[in-house]
Protein backbone atom coordinates (compact mmCIF):
# COMPACT_ATOMS: atom_id res chain seq x y z
CA UNK A 1 0.00 0.00 0.00
CA UNK A 2 1.04 3.38 -0.45
CA UNK A 3 2.12 5.27 2.39
CA UNK A 4 2.40 8.46 0.85
CA UNK A 5 -0.47 9.59 1.16
CA UNK A 6 -0.90 8.69 5.17
CA UNK A 7 -0.21 11.03 7.91
CA UNK A 8 0.43 8.23 10.41
CA UNK A 9 0.52 4.70 9.66
CA UNK A 10 1.45 1.54 11.79
CA UNK A 11 3.97 -1.09 10.17
CA UNK A 12 3.07 -4.98 10.89
CA UNK A 13 5.72 -7.09 9.94
CA UNK A 14 4.09 -10.63 9.63
CA UNK A 15 7.53 -11.95 9.15
CA UNK A 16 8.49 -10.82 12.52
CA UNK A 17 5.29 -12.65 13.85
CA UNK A 18 6.52 -15.63 12.37
CA UNK A 19 9.85 -15.35 14.26
CA UNK A 20 8.49 -15.17 17.46
CA UNK A 21 5.83 -17.86 17.13
CA UNK A 22 8.41 -20.43 15.96
CA UNK A 23 10.74 -19.23 18.64
CA UNK A 24 8.46 -19.61 21.16
CA UNK A 25 6.52 -22.83 19.74
CA UNK A 26 10.48 -23.96 19.89
CA UNK A 27 10.94 -23.72 23.88
CA UNK A 28 7.66 -26.01 23.93
CA UNK A 29 7.76 -29.92 24.94
CA UNK A 30 6.56 -31.97 21.75
CA UNK A 31 2.78 -32.05 22.34
CA UNK A 32 2.47 -29.06 23.75
CA UNK A 33 -0.18 -26.72 21.90
CA UNK A 34 0.25 -23.09 21.57
CA UNK A 35 -2.65 -20.78 21.96
CA UNK A 36 -2.39 -16.96 20.14
CA UNK A 37 -3.65 -14.27 21.90
CA UNK A 38 -6.05 -11.98 19.76
CA UNK A 39 -7.84 -10.01 22.74
CA UNK A 40 -7.68 -6.25 21.99
CA UNK A 41 -7.52 -6.14 18.04
CA UNK A 42 -4.35 -8.48 18.89
CA UNK A 43 -2.86 -6.38 21.14
CA UNK A 44 -3.52 -3.75 18.30
CA UNK A 45 -2.33 -4.84 15.29
CA UNK A 46 -5.20 -6.13 13.57
CA UNK A 47 -7.53 -9.04 14.92
CA UNK A 48 -8.00 -10.40 11.60
CA UNK A 49 -5.00 -10.26 10.03
CA UNK A 50 -2.91 -11.32 13.08
CA UNK A 51 -5.65 -14.70 13.88
CA UNK A 52 -5.70 -16.07 10.06
CA UNK A 53 -1.53 -15.73 10.00
CA UNK A 54 -1.05 -17.53 13.50
CA UNK A 55 -3.97 -20.34 12.19
CA UNK A 56 -1.36 -20.24 8.93
CA UNK A 57 1.42 -21.00 11.17
CA UNK A 58 -0.33 -24.01 13.34
CA UNK A 59 -1.80 -22.48 15.79
CA UNK A 60 -3.93 -24.59 18.02
CA UNK A 61 -6.13 -22.27 19.60
CA UNK A 62 -6.70 -18.36 19.17
CA UNK A 63 -8.23 -16.64 22.54
CA UNK A 64 -10.00 -13.05 22.53
CA UNK A 65 -11.86 -11.50 25.77
CA UNK A 66 -15.67 -11.12 24.34
CA UNK A 67 -17.57 -12.65 21.38
CA UNK A 68 -17.50 -9.61 19.35
CA UNK A 69 -13.89 -10.52 19.41
CA UNK A 70 -14.66 -13.63 18.00
CA UNK A 71 -16.92 -13.15 15.74
CA UNK A 72 -14.70 -10.92 13.82
CA UNK A 73 -12.22 -13.58 14.12
CA UNK A 74 -15.09 -16.07 12.38
CA UNK A 75 -16.50 -13.07 9.69
CA UNK A 76 -12.84 -13.07 8.44
CA UNK A 77 -11.97 -16.72 7.68
CA UNK A 78 -10.55 -18.42 10.84
CA UNK A 79 -11.97 -21.99 11.86
CA UNK A 80 -9.65 -22.78 14.88
CA UNK A 81 -10.90 -23.04 18.13
CA UNK A 82 -11.21 -19.68 19.42
CA UNK A 83 -11.56 -19.12 23.67
CA UNK A 84 -13.74 -16.33 24.84
CA UNK A 85 -11.52 -15.21 28.55
CA UNK A 86 -14.27 -12.89 29.23
CA UNK A 87 -17.57 -13.50 30.37
CA UNK A 88 -20.42 -13.23 27.75
CA UNK A 89 -23.96 -12.11 29.05
CA UNK A 90 -26.97 -14.48 28.60
CA UNK A 91 -28.34 -12.67 25.57
CA UNK A 92 -25.10 -13.84 23.64
CA UNK A 93 -25.32 -17.09 24.65
CA UNK A 94 -26.29 -18.21 21.24
CA UNK A 95 -23.33 -16.57 19.36
CA UNK A 96 -21.59 -18.87 21.31
CA UNK A 97 -22.93 -21.68 19.66
CA UNK A 98 -23.56 -20.07 16.36
CA UNK A 99 -19.35 -19.12 15.65
CA UNK A 100 -18.16 -22.23 17.32
CA UNK A 101 -16.34 -20.35 20.50
CA UNK A 102 -15.29 -22.00 23.67
CA UNK A 103 -16.18 -20.10 26.54
CA UNK A 104 -14.95 -19.52 30.15
CA UNK A 105 -16.77 -20.60 32.96
CA UNK A 106 -16.29 -19.44 36.42
CA UNK A 107 -19.06 -20.71 38.52
CA UNK A 108 -21.87 -23.38 38.74
CA UNK A 109 -24.53 -20.97 38.16
CA UNK A 110 -23.22 -19.08 34.95
CA UNK A 111 -22.69 -23.16 33.94
CA UNK A 112 -26.12 -24.17 34.77
CA UNK A 113 -27.72 -20.93 32.50
CA UNK A 114 -25.62 -21.99 29.55
CA UNK A 115 -26.16 -25.39 29.63
CA UNK A 116 -29.93 -24.32 29.35
CA UNK A 117 -29.45 -22.73 26.49
CA UNK A 118 -27.93 -25.08 25.18
CA UNK A 119 -29.71 -27.89 25.75
CA UNK A 120 -32.93 -25.25 24.47
CA UNK A 121 -30.96 -24.79 21.27
CA UNK A 122 -30.34 -28.59 20.95
CA UNK A 123 -26.34 -27.97 20.91
CA UNK A 124 -23.47 -28.31 22.81
CA UNK A 125 -21.00 -25.45 24.41
CA UNK A 126 -17.13 -26.28 24.72
CA UNK A 127 -15.85 -24.93 27.85
CA UNK A 128 -12.94 -24.40 29.62
CA UNK A 129 -13.01 -24.02 33.50
CA UNK A 130 -11.31 -21.15 34.98
CA UNK A 131 -9.62 -21.44 38.27
CA UNK A 132 -8.76 -18.19 40.67
CA UNK A 133 -5.47 -19.84 42.04
CA UNK A 134 -4.60 -15.79 43.64
CA UNK A 135 -5.28 -13.55 40.62
CA UNK A 136 -8.63 -12.82 42.42
CA UNK A 137 -10.02 -11.25 38.91
CA UNK A 138 -12.38 -14.50 37.96
CA UNK A 139 -12.53 -18.02 38.88
CA UNK A 140 -13.77 -20.77 40.87
CA UNK A 141 -11.54 -19.55 43.97
CA UNK A 142 -9.31 -22.39 45.10
CA UNK A 143 -8.36 -22.65 48.97
CA UNK A 144 -7.28 -25.92 50.63
CA UNK A 145 -9.87 -25.64 53.65
CA UNK A 146 -12.56 -25.35 51.08
CA UNK A 147 -11.09 -27.94 47.90
CA UNK A 148 -13.13 -30.86 48.77
CA UNK A 149 -16.34 -28.28 48.21
CA UNK A 150 -15.29 -26.42 45.24
CA UNK A 151 -13.76 -29.20 43.82
CA UNK A 152 -17.93 -30.74 44.21
CA UNK A 153 -18.73 -27.47 42.37
CA UNK A 154 -16.65 -27.55 39.53
CA UNK A 155 -17.57 -31.64 38.64
CA UNK A 156 -21.31 -30.82 38.94
CA UNK A 157 -20.04 -27.86 36.09
CA UNK A 158 -18.46 -30.53 34.11
CA UNK A 159 -21.18 -32.93 34.06
CA UNK A 160 -24.07 -30.42 32.98
CA UNK A 161 -26.00 -31.81 29.96
CA UNK A 162 -24.87 -29.52 27.13
CA UNK A 163 -21.49 -28.47 27.88
CA UNK A 164 -18.22 -30.31 26.56
CA UNK A 165 -15.98 -29.03 29.31
CA UNK A 166 -12.25 -29.58 27.47
CA UNK A 167 -10.00 -27.24 29.52
CA UNK A 168 -8.93 -26.55 32.72
CA UNK A 169 -6.95 -22.81 33.54
CA UNK A 170 -5.70 -20.11 35.50
CA UNK A 171 -3.45 -17.12 35.20
CA UNK A 172 -0.67 -16.12 36.57
CA UNK A 173 -0.60 -12.48 38.62
CA UNK A 174 3.44 -12.09 39.33
CA UNK A 175 5.19 -14.25 36.59
CA UNK A 176 7.55 -11.52 35.56
CA UNK A 177 8.00 -10.71 39.40
CA UNK A 178 7.80 -13.04 42.01
CA UNK A 179 8.93 -17.11 41.49
CA UNK A 180 7.63 -17.98 45.04
CA UNK A 181 4.19 -16.98 44.55
CA UNK A 182 3.98 -18.41 40.77
CA UNK A 183 4.84 -21.52 42.03
CA UNK A 184 2.42 -21.02 44.96
CA UNK A 185 -0.61 -20.53 42.39
CA UNK A 186 0.71 -23.84 39.91
CA UNK A 187 0.49 -25.48 43.35
CA UNK A 188 -3.20 -24.59 43.43
CA UNK A 189 -3.76 -25.58 40.66
CA UNK A 190 -2.32 -28.89 40.16
CA UNK A 191 -3.75 -29.83 43.57
CA UNK A 192 -7.25 -28.86 41.97
CA UNK A 193 -6.42 -30.70 38.64
CA UNK A 194 -5.79 -33.71 41.01
CA UNK A 195 -8.59 -32.96 43.55
CA UNK A 196 -10.80 -33.27 40.09
CA UNK A 197 -9.54 -36.75 38.91
CA UNK A 198 -10.44 -38.14 41.71
CA UNK A 199 -13.95 -37.31 41.06
CA UNK A 200 -13.49 -39.07 37.43
CA UNK A 201 -13.09 -35.25 35.91
CA UNK A 202 -10.55 -34.60 33.57
CA UNK A 203 -9.50 -32.39 30.56
CA UNK A 204 -8.06 -32.37 27.68
CA UNK A 205 -6.08 -29.29 27.89
CA UNK A 206 -4.80 -27.60 31.42
CA UNK A 207 -3.25 -24.39 31.11
CA UNK A 208 -1.90 -21.42 33.14
CA UNK A 209 1.39 -19.90 31.32
CA UNK A 210 0.74 -16.45 29.62
CA UNK A 211 4.54 -14.75 28.22
CA UNK A 212 6.55 -14.57 31.32
CA UNK A 213 5.63 -18.01 32.17
CA UNK A 214 6.36 -19.47 28.89
CA UNK A 215 10.06 -17.69 28.73
CA UNK A 216 10.58 -18.25 32.81
CA UNK A 217 9.09 -21.56 33.74
CA UNK A 218 8.61 -24.18 31.51
CA UNK A 219 7.08 -26.28 34.67
CA UNK A 220 4.33 -24.62 34.24
CA UNK A 221 3.75 -25.02 30.04
CA UNK A 222 1.32 -28.16 30.76
CA UNK A 223 -0.63 -28.89 27.82
CA UNK A 224 -0.73 -25.69 26.61
CA UNK A 225 0.80 -22.30 26.77
CA UNK A 226 -0.93 -18.60 25.95
CA UNK A 227 1.53 -15.84 24.96
CA UNK A 228 0.44 -12.48 24.17
CA UNK A 229 2.99 -9.77 24.83
CA UNK A 230 5.93 -12.13 23.74
CA UNK A 231 4.19 -12.75 20.59
CA UNK A 232 4.30 -9.40 19.25
CA UNK A 233 8.06 -8.67 20.16
CA UNK A 234 8.08 -7.92 23.93
CA UNK A 235 9.96 -8.92 26.93
CA UNK A 236 7.52 -8.44 30.26
CA UNK A 237 10.68 -9.15 32.20
CA UNK A 238 13.91 -6.73 31.54
CA UNK A 239 16.00 -9.49 32.73
CA UNK A 240 15.45 -11.98 29.16
CA UNK A 241 16.44 -9.40 27.31
CA UNK A 242 19.79 -9.37 25.42
CA UNK A 243 21.95 -12.80 24.96
CA UNK A 244 20.02 -14.76 27.26
CA UNK A 245 17.01 -13.77 25.82
CA UNK A 246 15.64 -15.56 23.00
CA UNK A 247 15.70 -12.73 20.31
CA UNK A 248 11.94 -11.91 19.57
CA UNK A 249 10.99 -9.64 17.07
CA UNK A 250 8.90 -6.39 17.90
CA UNK A 251 5.98 -6.58 15.55
CA UNK A 252 4.55 -3.19 14.93
CA UNK A 253 6.34 0.21 14.14
CA UNK A 254 4.56 3.32 14.27
CA UNK A 255 5.56 6.32 11.70
CA UNK A 256 4.36 9.25 11.13
CA UNK A 257 5.29 12.10 7.59
CA UNK A 258 5.89 15.83 8.76
CA UNK A 259 3.22 18.22 7.57
CA UNK A 260 5.45 21.32 8.63
CA UNK A 261 8.98 22.65 9.33
CA UNK A 262 8.30 25.78 10.96
CA UNK A 263 11.53 28.13 11.42
CA UNK A 264 10.87 30.20 15.13
CA UNK A 265 12.42 32.94 17.44
CA UNK A 266 14.04 32.46 20.80
CA UNK A 267 11.69 33.01 23.41
CA UNK A 268 8.38 31.63 21.18
CA UNK A 269 6.10 29.24 23.47
CA UNK A 270 4.70 26.48 22.05
CA UNK A 271 1.74 24.05 21.77
CA UNK A 272 -1.45 24.59 24.83
CA UNK A 273 -0.23 25.78 28.09
CA UNK A 274 2.65 27.00 26.95
CA UNK A 275 4.48 24.72 29.23
CA UNK A 276 7.31 24.57 26.47
CA UNK A 277 9.38 28.22 25.54
CA UNK A 278 12.17 27.99 22.88
CA UNK A 279 15.83 28.42 24.32
CA UNK A 280 17.42 29.14 21.32
CA UNK A 281 16.30 30.16 17.38
CA UNK A 282 14.87 26.68 16.12
CA UNK A 283 13.47 24.45 13.49
CA UNK A 284 10.22 22.65 15.09
CA UNK A 285 8.74 19.80 12.54
CA UNK A 286 4.87 19.55 12.83
CA UNK A 287 4.17 15.52 13.55
CA UNK A 288 0.58 14.82 12.94
CA UNK A 289 0.18 12.11 15.73
CA UNK A 290 -1.44 12.88 18.56
CA UNK A 291 -3.43 11.47 21.33
CA UNK A 292 -6.18 10.99 19.19
CA UNK A 293 -3.94 8.40 17.34
CA UNK A 294 -3.15 7.04 20.48
CA UNK A 295 -0.04 8.67 21.51
CA UNK A 296 -0.09 9.72 25.08
CA UNK A 297 -0.04 13.43 26.25
CA UNK A 298 1.96 12.32 28.98
CA UNK A 299 4.37 11.75 26.52
CA UNK A 300 4.96 15.93 26.04
CA UNK A 301 8.03 17.44 26.69
CA UNK A 302 9.68 14.00 27.34
CA UNK A 303 9.69 11.69 24.38
CA UNK A 304 11.82 11.73 21.29
CA UNK A 305 10.81 11.02 17.59
CA UNK A 306 13.21 9.52 14.96
CA UNK A 307 13.72 11.74 12.37
CA UNK A 308 16.47 10.89 9.79
CA UNK A 309 18.06 8.61 12.09
CA UNK A 310 18.41 11.29 14.42
CA UNK A 311 16.59 11.17 17.99
CA UNK A 312 14.36 14.58 17.88
CA UNK A 313 12.78 15.82 21.64
CA UNK A 314 9.35 16.43 21.61
CA UNK A 315 8.19 20.06 22.62
CA UNK A 316 5.41 21.35 24.10
CA UNK A 317 2.14 19.23 25.22
CA UNK A 318 0.93 16.87 22.75
CA UNK A 319 -2.14 17.48 20.81
CA UNK A 320 -4.62 15.88 19.89
CA UNK A 321 -3.65 15.72 16.38
CA UNK A 322 -0.35 16.72 16.32
CA UNK A 323 2.89 17.01 18.27
CA UNK A 324 6.44 19.26 17.30
CA UNK A 325 9.43 18.09 17.51
CA UNK A 326 13.05 19.54 17.48
CA UNK A 327 14.97 19.53 14.33
CA UNK A 328 17.11 22.17 14.49
CA UNK A 329 20.24 19.97 14.74
CA UNK A 330 19.00 17.44 12.35
CA UNK A 331 19.95 18.70 8.52
CA UNK A 332 17.76 19.13 5.63
CA UNK A 333 14.57 18.14 6.99
CA UNK A 334 11.70 18.99 5.30
CA UNK A 335 8.00 18.37 5.24
CA UNK A 336 6.74 14.93 3.82
CA UNK A 337 9.70 13.29 5.64
CA UNK A 338 8.72 10.81 7.64
CA UNK A 339 9.14 10.61 11.61
CA UNK A 340 9.29 7.24 13.23
CA UNK A 341 7.22 7.49 16.38
CA UNK A 342 7.21 3.72 17.75
CA UNK A 343 9.82 0.83 17.32
CA UNK A 344 10.82 -1.68 19.54
CA UNK A 345 13.24 0.67 21.76
CA UNK A 346 10.93 3.88 21.77
CA UNK A 347 7.80 1.52 22.17
CA UNK A 348 9.79 0.90 25.70
CA UNK A 349 11.27 3.66 26.48
CA UNK A 350 7.43 5.47 25.99
CA UNK A 351 6.17 3.35 28.19
CA UNK A 352 8.49 3.54 30.76
CA UNK A 353 7.96 7.68 30.66
CA UNK A 354 4.00 7.31 30.18
CA UNK A 355 4.48 5.07 33.86
CA UNK A 356 2.76 2.04 31.70
CA UNK A 357 3.70 -0.97 29.76
CA UNK A 358 3.62 -1.78 25.98
CA UNK A 359 0.66 -3.36 25.85
CA UNK A 360 -1.06 -0.62 26.88
CA UNK A 361 0.73 1.85 24.40
CA UNK A 362 0.36 -1.44 21.05
CA UNK A 363 -3.40 -1.80 22.55
CA UNK A 364 -4.29 2.58 22.02
CA UNK A 365 -3.04 2.98 18.76
CA UNK A 366 -6.07 3.82 17.46
CA UNK A 367 -8.44 2.84 14.85
CA UNK A 368 -7.64 5.50 12.36
CA UNK A 369 -3.94 4.96 12.33
CA UNK A 370 -4.60 2.05 9.16
CA UNK A 371 -1.73 -0.63 9.65
CA UNK A 372 -0.03 -2.10 6.99
CA UNK A 373 1.31 -5.65 6.36
CA UNK A 374 4.21 -6.86 5.18
Known sequence: MDTTKMRTWAEIDLSALEHNYRTLRAMLAPGCRFLGLCKANAYGHGA????????????????????????????????????????TPEECFPLLMEYRIT????????????????????????????????????????????????????????????????????????????????????????????????????????????????LHYPCTHLDMVRPGLALYGYYPDE??????????????TVKSRIAAV???????????????????DSLLAVVPIGYGDGYPRRLSNQMVLKIRGAECPIVGRVCMDMCMADVTDVPGVQAGDVAVVY???????AAQLAGTIPYELMCAVSPRVPRIYF
Open 48 to 87: AVIGKKLEELGAEMLAVACVSEAMELRQSGVTAPILCLGE
Open 103 to 214: QMVEDLETGRKLSQAAQAAGKSVTIHVKLDTGMSRLGFFWQADRADEIAGEIAQLCRLPGLEAEGLFTHFSDADGSEEYTMEQLTKFLDARQALEKRGVTFQICHCASSAAV
Open 239 to 252: SLKGLDGPGLEPVM
Open 262 to 280: RALPKGTYVSYGRTARLER
Open 343 to 349: DGPLMER
